[in-house]
Every structure is written in structure tokens, then in C-alpha cells.
């Protein structure tokens, strides 16, 4: 039985066929277009376009978040909107020139690649996708990065497991197969070879990535007790993974897991900062939505993640955005008053996550906030133009910073070890590498005694998985930590509800 | 005098001064104050002036817990008085975060406001399942089943909390709320439940009203 109407949609003027009664977040996404951050729930507002023609009465959600003028203009939220016949909408193409870190420390170690013409590193983030090729001499040919297309099914990991659940897997599975399909293409074609020359590659990221990569089934991970039946630290071949830009018996590692929310990653990270071998008292962290760290000292390690939830990567924030072009990534004040960057130097649409820290450290510090998170100009502490904070924006920073600040706090009270004894704090991830790291301490997202310790490590995820791939002892390396590794459980913790109470005080 | 004293119990509450609220709780007491008016006029109505600032974004979590541990230290000295006297509480309620779930500064702080309210509170603490919630119900006379969610996953277990309460026949006698980051209204009418709050002032607020409707109709 096929009584599925198709009606006619023109976006941004170019005509396509749009199934009758769809939602025309779906459709967009579809078509590429688009920010969901929040996973289509019509929570988050971002998914803003302007559209005309035979569609569903602006809903309920729509409103709380537009106001009679948006919707007189014909500005609605993608997400809740039904097509109802034929339309037109305009929308902005997705990503822009978003800035993504693919270089990162690759400290030296010795050569033994576990390749035997080509190889590549991948790293599967929850945002951000990023590889590289090298050669057996070691060289890096190309490298390459691109949005993780999964995105449209939201911005967190249990948003796209429950989408999973809601049986698109397959679909989760394809779109990063894809997406890593082209990297790989892509980088072969720069660097002048066939991608199936490439015989092995390394491919890491969190637990959550990688299940859906080989798709494995994620529901455990979606509820408390966040058992993780396979934590990976496996070589499988590239047609079990749905690789098809390589041969189909390439080897393909995908590196150990240390738990449900410590993944692959941070694992990778850590082979990277070297903090293990390096018999000093160190911390790794990796600053993003979920925030992973690592304790190392005298041979114990010991590690925790923590949720800090998308404020940093602009959700939850009403002028939040990504770090594209337009968007206000720093912030200072020059005779008291704010002054600021704006990627790509043009007029700002609104403020990414270093600028968002930089923007509360100098409300701070002009006294137009206070140390509870109070802020004496309600509705708006204006950055520049039309670009402001919010009393809301403020309180959900104050629950990100706090959750990254306590995360670390705990991790060391748990194991014992004073902040005065950490000798250095390693900052791996795109954020860390664009945060301005006296703010972050000015701003209580990173303890106050560690501020001068700290080392800015880029994509360290990436970076360890290339050792990994370029010297196959640190495969064994990376696979006996992760089995010593004790974990820090920071839900049902009162050392970290109480950090997490004081922490959230400027 | 007396009211001038009730003052500064409601004043050393809002800054959460809980050593000095529990000094001057003592106070009134040894002064021959009412505890049940200590209760009321000192300790609840400072409470309510914390609760309506953190509905207005004014105040956040961090004060009102410390709010929170200053009423409950005066609580403290107040409780066997009250005992005594045979005050009750103007209702009851059991809350938890449902089963699948650990986050609980969020129900922590709607037990804390209902507390403020002078309610009576059950707390089954996290990962708590449907039929703990109903069954507690039951079993300790509870007139509100408050439900907390914090992960989109563990939200759909309040709709079995719903069908729980239902097929064991308290619909009619318990009201059931639901609350956390990721529900809504538009949720909480979708599954069933009776309110939803956005915040645990309100959540507070709206409990109150319950306790007496339904007081109304068992009268
Ligand atoms: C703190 C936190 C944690 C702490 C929890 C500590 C604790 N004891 O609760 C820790 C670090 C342990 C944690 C862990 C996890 N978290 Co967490 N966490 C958060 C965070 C940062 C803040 C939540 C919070 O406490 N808010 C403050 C309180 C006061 O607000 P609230 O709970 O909404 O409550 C208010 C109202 O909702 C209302 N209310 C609450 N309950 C009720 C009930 C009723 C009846 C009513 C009427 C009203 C009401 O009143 C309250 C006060 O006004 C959020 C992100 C964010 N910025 O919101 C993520 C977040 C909730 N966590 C998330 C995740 C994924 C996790 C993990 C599963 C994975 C991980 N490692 O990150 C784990 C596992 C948790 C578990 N085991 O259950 C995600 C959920 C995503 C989703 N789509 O569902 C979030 C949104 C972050 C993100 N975007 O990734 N988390």
C-alpha cells in the first residue's frame, strides 16, 4: 500500500521532491541542511528557517522560542514543522568554514608501522571527524577533518542512541562509514595513490562511536548501570566495518575502551600526552560535551568522565553557535569595556564556546556578574551588536563549567592527591585548544592550581592513534593501561555533589 | 519583639547562616514562641523568599541548598516540639530519579522546596523503579508521586510509573508530577501524569495545591 504523496519543496530556490506529512527537520537533514543540535525534540531553537507555503500552524515549542515578529517573518523551527503540501524554504548550508583541529602532539617514538604501503589514523568524535595518511617513513601525506554527518540525530550521545533505538542504526552506521569513506578517498587522491592502497588504519573514539561504527548494539549504554559489553582494543577488517574506500581485508584497529564513558579516545590521548611514562603526577583531560580525565601518578591511573552537557559547543546558549565564521571566539576588555574577535572578521551572529569563556571571565571581571552568577543587566550583557548574554546563558554555563571543575576535584580526592602535587595538567581536544586557558581558571572551569601547568595538546585523540599506527608496541601499551585503569564514579558521589555546588560559584 | 525575631530567623535562612537560624530557632523557642508559628513565619517564609528568587533566575542551586541546610538545622530543634503539639504536615509525597537514572541535584532541590513548603517527603533516592514509586505510595499514604528525569532515554519510565499507579487503582487518590531537564508539558499530558513544573519552586507550589484539592474531596 503506497498512498505516500509527494509535493514540491524549493530550497534556498532549487526544487526537490519532499514526501506529503514529513517533518521538515528530517527533510532538511536529509538534504544536509541544518543544525539539530538537540535531536529534532524542538528543545533547543537552533533549527531556525525561514519557510512559506502549505505547512503546520507554528506549534506550542515553536513559540517559546519565536517571537510574533520571527513567525510574521516566516521564521519557524524545522524540527516542529509539518509539510502539509507543496513549500519553500530557506535555510543555511550546514557547517560554513567550521574550525576543526586536525593537527595535535606527536611526540616521537619509534618507527614500526603496522602497515605495510599506507596507513591512516581516524578519530571518530561526537562532533567532529578528523584523519590522516602516512607513508612507512612516517610521513604525514594528508590529513583531512569534516563534521560527524550523525549529528542530525542530535548533538549528544544519548540523544543518537535513542535514535538508534528508534531502529536507525543501520543509518548511524552508514552515515559515519561514509563520511570516513570520503576522508580516506579524499586523502589518497591528495597525496596521489589508490585508496585501496591503504592497508591498515587505526580508528578510535568514544564507546559510543565506535559501537555504531560496527554497529553494536548500544542500548546498555543508553541507562544506568552504562554497562559496556564490548569495549573494542580489536583489529576486524574493513569490510566488517563497512569500509568500502579500502580493500576489504584491510586491518583495521580500533583501540581499547576503558568503560561506557571512557572510551577509546581518551585512551588514545593518553598515549599521546605520554603522562604515563613520564613519572610525573599528571592530568589529561579532554574538555567536550562529556568531559574524560585521566589521573596519573607512580604508576596508578586512574580516570572519570563527567557530563557537562553542549553549552561549550553553543547549545543552550540563545546566541550560542559553532566555531564558524561569524561567530565571536574571543573576548577582552580594553578601559572596561568588552571588546572582541570575530572569525572571519565580519559582523558577529553570535558567540562559540573559547568566546563564550572569555565573555563570562570579562563580565566578571567589570562587575557586571558576580561570584553566585547573578547578573545585574538581565536580559542581556552585551558582548557587541546584537550579540548577548543572557541570566539563563549564565546559569548553564555555571552547570557545564562546575561539572568539568568538580569532575577533576573529585578524580584527585578520590585517588588521594592533592592539586598542589599535579605537576602538569595536559588539555587535549578541539576546545582545549582554543581556550584561553587564564580565563577558564578565571571562570572556575579549570582548578585555580593548575592554571600554570598546563599543556595544550590539540587532537590528542588522533595523534596517539597515528603512534599507535606507527609503532605497534604502543598498541600493547595502550591496551595493558587500559586494563590497569580504575574507574572514578562521579553519579552517587558526595565528594562530587558537594565540589559540584561549590564549583558553580564564580 | 517576637515578629522582630521571626525576621531575623527568615533573614540568617536566606543567606544560609545555618549555625545562627538554629541559635535563634533555640531562641524563640526558650522565648515561649508557638513552634508551629517558629515553623511558619521564621523558617517557611524564608524559604519562600529564596524559593520565589530562584523561580525569578535571581538566586541559583548553590543557595538554595545552603538555604536548605539552614532550615533544616532549625527544623531540627523544632521537630520534637512539633511532634508534641501533634502539627502535621499538610501532606505528603515519595519522589525519586527514575529507574535507569542517577542524576538527583534536581530532585534533591524539588525534596528541599517541598520540605519548605512544610510537606512530608519520602525520598527513594535514584534508579528507582515504577513500582517502588507506587507501592511506597500506597503503602505510606502519599497524596503526590514526584517523578525526576534527566537523560531523554530514562524519561519514557515515567510513563510506566502512570500506568503502575493506574492499574492499581490510586489514580483517583494520588496525583502524580513529573519534572527534569529533558520533560515538558507537552510530555507530561502526552503520558498521563498530572503536572509538570519547570522548576522546583514551582514544583513546590503546585504540590501545595494538590494536598488541598484532594483534602478537599476525602472531606
Ligand atoms: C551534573 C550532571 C551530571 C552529574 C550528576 C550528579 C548528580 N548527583 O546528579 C554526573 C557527572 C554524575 C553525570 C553523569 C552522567 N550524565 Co549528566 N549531566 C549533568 C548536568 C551537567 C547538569 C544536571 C543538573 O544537575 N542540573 C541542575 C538541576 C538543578 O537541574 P534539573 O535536574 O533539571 O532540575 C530542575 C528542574 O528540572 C526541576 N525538576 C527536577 N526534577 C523534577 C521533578 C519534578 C516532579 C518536578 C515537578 C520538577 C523537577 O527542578 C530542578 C530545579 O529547578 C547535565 C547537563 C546540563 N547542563 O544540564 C548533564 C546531562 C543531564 N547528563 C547527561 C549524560 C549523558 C550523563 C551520563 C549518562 C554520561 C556521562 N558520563 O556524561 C552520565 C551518567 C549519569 C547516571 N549515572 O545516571 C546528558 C543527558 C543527555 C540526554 N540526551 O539525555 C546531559 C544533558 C549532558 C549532555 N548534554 O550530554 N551528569
Request: hydrophobic residues 40%; negative net charge.
Amino acid at each position: 500500500m503506497t498512498d505516500e504523496k509527494i509535493v514540491s519543496a524549493l530550497v534556498n530556490g532549487a526544487a526537490y521532491p519532499c514526501a506529503l506529512g514529513a517533518n521538515l527537520g528530517d527533510f532538511l537533514a536529509g538534504l544536509g541542511f541544518g543544525d539539530y543540535p538537540c535531536g529534532g525534540h524542538g528543545k533547543c531553537g537552533k533549527c531556525r528557517v525561514t519557510a512559506a507555503g502549505a505547512l503546520s500552524e507554528p506549534s506550542e515549542r515553536e513559540k517559546r522560542f519565536l517571537s510574533e515578529e520571527d513567525l510574521g517573518m516566516g521564521t519557524r523551527l524545522a524540527c516542529c514543522v509539518t509539510v502539509r503540501g507543496d513549500f519553500s524554504v530557506s535555510v543555511e548550508k550546514k557547517g560554513g568554514a567550521a574550525q576543526i583541529k586536525t593537527d595535535g602532539a606527536l611526540p616521537s617514538c619509534p618507527l614500526a608501522p603496522i602497515f605495510h604501503s599506507y596507513g591512516a589514523a581516524v578519530d571518530i568524535g561526537t562532533t567532529t571527524l578528523a584523519a590522516r595518511l602516512y607513508d612507512r617513513a612516517g610521513t604525514l601525506l594528508a590529513s583531512d577533518s569534516r563534521l560527524n554527518p550523525q549529528a542530525r540525530f542530535g548533538a549528544d550521545v544519548i540523544s543518537r542512541m535513542e535514535a538508534a533505538l528508534a531502529s536507525h542504526g543501520g543509518e548511524l552506521a552508514s552515515l559515519v562509514r561514509d563520511a570516513i569513506d570520503g576522508m580516506l578517498s579524499g586523502m589518497a587522491a591528495c597525496a596521489g595513490i589508490d585508496p585501496s592502497e591503504i592497508d591498515a588504519a587505526v580508528i578510535t573514539g568514544n564507546t559510543v562511536m565506535l559501537s555504531f561504527l560496527t554497529e553494536t548494539d548500544t542500548e546498555p549504554l543508553t541507562h544506568a548501570p552504562f554497562h559496556a559489553n564490548r569495549l573494542f582494543g580489536e583489529f576486524v577488517t574493513a569490510g566488517e566495518v563497512g569500509l568500502c574506500s579500502l580493500g576489504e581485508n584491510a586491518a583495521v584497529y580500533l583501540p581499547p575502551c576503558a568503560g561506557a564513558f571512557v572510551g577509546a579516545d581518551i585512551m588514545t590521548a593518553l598515549t599521546a600526552s605520554g603522562i604515563c611514562e613520564s613519572g610525573k603526577t599528571a592530568v589529561l583531560v579532554d574538555i567536550g560535551t562529556n568531559g574524560e580525565m585521566v589521573l596519573a601518578k607512580d604508576g596508578m591511573i586512574r580516570a572519570t568522565s563527567t557530563a557537562a552537557g553542549p553549552a561549550f559547543e553553543g547549545a543552550g546558549i540563545s546566541c550560542g553557535m559553532g566555531g564558524k565564521e561569524g561567530a565571536v571566539d574571543r573576548v577582552w576588555t580594553e578601559d572596561g569595556e568588552l571588546c572582541c574577535h570575530v572569525i572571519g572578521d565580519g559582523d558577529p551572529a553570535g558567540v562559540c564556546g573559547s568566546g563564550l569563556v572569555d565573555a563570562v571571565a570579562c563580565l566578571l571581571e567589570t562587575e557586571q556578574l558576580d561570584e553566585t552568577g547573578y547578573l545585574e543587566d538581565d536580559p542581556a550583557a552585551v558582548i557587541r551588536g546584537d550579540v548577548s548574554l543572557t541570566q539563563n546563558d549564565i546559569r548553564a554555563v555555571q552547570l557545564a563549567k562546575s561539572a568539568i571543575h568538580a569532575g577533576m576535584r573529585t578524580l584527585l580526592k578520590e585517588s588521594g592527591v592533592s592539586p598542589d602535587e599535579v605537576e602538569e595538567l595536559d588539555v587535549a581536544g578541539g576546545f582545549g585548544s582554543y581556550l584561553d586557558i587564564k580565563n577558564a581558571v578565571a571562570i572556575g572551569l579549570l582548578p585555580e592550581e593548575l592554571g600554570d601547568k598546563v599543556n595544550v595538546l590539540g587532537n590528542a585523540a588522533l595523534g596517539g592513534a597515528s603512534m599507535i599506527l606507527l609503532s605497534g608496541g604502543l598498541r600493547a601499551a595502550c591496551e595493558e593501561r587500559t586494563k590497569r585503569i580504575s574507574l572514578v564514579n562521579l553519579a552517587s558521589n558526595p565528594v562530587f555533589t558537594s565540589e559540584y555546588m561549590e564549583r558553580m560559584m564564580f | 519583639m517576637s515578629t522582630e525575631l521571626l525576621n531575623e530567623i527568615s533573614e540568617n535562612l536566606q543567606r544560609g547562616k545555618a549555625k545562627v537560624v538554629k541559635e535563634l530557632v533555640q531562641k524563640a523557642v526558650d522565648e515561649g514562641l508557638d513552634p508551629d508559628v517558629i515553623l511558619r513565619e521564621g523558617l517557611l517564609s524564608g524559604m519562600d523568599v529564596i524559593g520565589e528568587k530562584f523561580k525569578a533566575n535571581e538566586v541559583y542551586v548553590p543557595e538554595v541548598l545552603i538555604a536548605a541546610r539552614a532550615m533544616n538545622m532549625g527544623v531540627g530543634v523544632l521537630k520534637p516540639l512539633l511532634a508534641e503539639a501533634g502539627v502535621k504536615a499538610a501532606g505528603k509525597v515519595c519522589i525519586g530519579t527514575v529507574q535507569g537514572d542517577l542524576h538527583d541535584i534536581g530532585k534533591n532541590l524539588v525534596k528541599l522546596m517541598l520540605e519548605g513548603k512544610g510537606l512530608e517527603v519520602v525520598d527513594l533516592g535514584t534508579d528507582v523503579s515504577p513500582d517502588t514509586f507506587v507501592q511506597t505510595a500506597i503503602d505510606q499514604n502519599c497524596q503526590i508521586i514526584a517523578c525526576s528525569a534527566l537523560l531523554t532515554t530514562t524519561m519514557g519510565v515515567m510513563e510506566e510509573v502512570v500506568k503502575k499507579a493506574e492499574a492499581a487503582g490510586i489514580r483517583d487518590k494520588v496525583k502524580i508530577m513529573v519534572g527534569g531537564a529533558p520533560v515538558d508539558d507537552a510530555f507530561c499530558k502526552k503520558i498521563g501524569a498530572d503536572a509538570y513544573t519547570p522548576d522546583a519552586a514551582s514544583a513546590a507550589d503546585k504540590a501545595v495545591e494538590f494536598c488541598l484539592e484532594l483534602a478537599g474531596k476525602s472531606a
